[in-house]
T-cell receptor
Framework: GAGVSQTPSNKVTEKGKYVELRCDPI?????LYWYRQSLGQGPEFLIY????????DSGLPNDRFFAVRPEGSVSTLKIQRTERGDSAVYLC?????????????FGPGTRLTVL | AQSVTQLGSHVSVSEGALVLLRCNYS??????LFWYVQYPNQGLQLLLK??????LVKGINGFEAEFKKSETSFHLTKPSAHMSDAAEYFC?????????FGKGTHLIIQP
């Protein structure tokens, strides 16, 4: 079956621009997570959704970052006024529900480069 | 604060040798622990997880890990390394609100 997909796979933008990163979770998965992986580091939690609502956005670094999941399926991570420090791989994961019994399945990521 | 520490950013072993990747977690991390593997240009794949029950956990591809509460450790092992095991390995812990990952260990397999 189809796994988690993310588009685009690569995004190059200029400092100050706005970008949107898309995540398509596994069908039927109600929980969706966003992580950011900087070079040489492990993934860092950003935000997670249970259904349409953001259950925990404590990992978002500042108010330039925002994510939505309007219909409880596809999610979009939005970054305003991008900075060079935003360059990283952005990972999305989904699971059947929240809770540790449910494995998080990761997508291949979107590599964002801010010039 | 929750933290997961992986000892050794790079580990090199010979093909056929024992693989040991070390992971320690802070006591503030809920005792739910995971190992993920990341191959180049691919997403993270779950190798194994510990939630409750037996402390020795077996995963895919011949890997296993043992949860040791007294040592706050969750080291990953494989008896005999294969060239296809070369990848980045991440230990993670946490709760329902997202995982806390270590920085990763790059496993190199020498022929």
């Amino acid at each position: 079956g189809a796994g988690v997909s993310q588009t685009p796979s690569n995004k190059v933008t200029e400092k100050g621009k706005y970008v949107e990163l898309r995540c398509d979770p596994i069908s039927g998965h109600t929980a969706l997570y966003w992580y950011r992986q900087s070079l040489g580091q492990g993934p860092e939690f950003l935000i997670y959704f249970q259904g349409t609502g953001a259950a925990d956005d404590s990992g978002l670094p500042n108010d330039r970052f925002f994510a939505v999941r309007p219909e409880g399926s596809v999610s979009t991570l939005k970054i305003q006024r991008t900075e060079r420090g935003d360059s990283a791989v952005y990972l999305c994961a989904s699971s059947l529900s929240t809770g540790l019994a449910y494995t998080q399945y990761f997508g291949p990521g979107t590599r964002l480069t801010v010039l | 604060a929750q933290s997961v520490t992986q000892l050794g950013s790079h580990v090199s072993v010979s093909e056929g040798a024992l693989v040991l990747l070390r992971c320690n977690y802070s006591s503030s991390v809920p005792p739910y622990l995971f190992w993920y593997v990341q191959y180049p240009n691919q997403g993270l794949q779950l190798l194994l997880k510990y939630t409750t029950g037996a402390t020795l956990v077996k995963g895919i591809n011949g890997f296993e890990a043992e949860f040791k509460k007294s040592e706050t450790s969750f080291h990953l092992t494989k008896p005999s390394a294969h060239m296809s095991d070369a990848a980045e390995y991440f230990c993670a812990g946490g709760g329902a609100d997202g995982l806390t990952f270590g920085k990763g260990t790059h496993l190199i397999i020498q022929p």
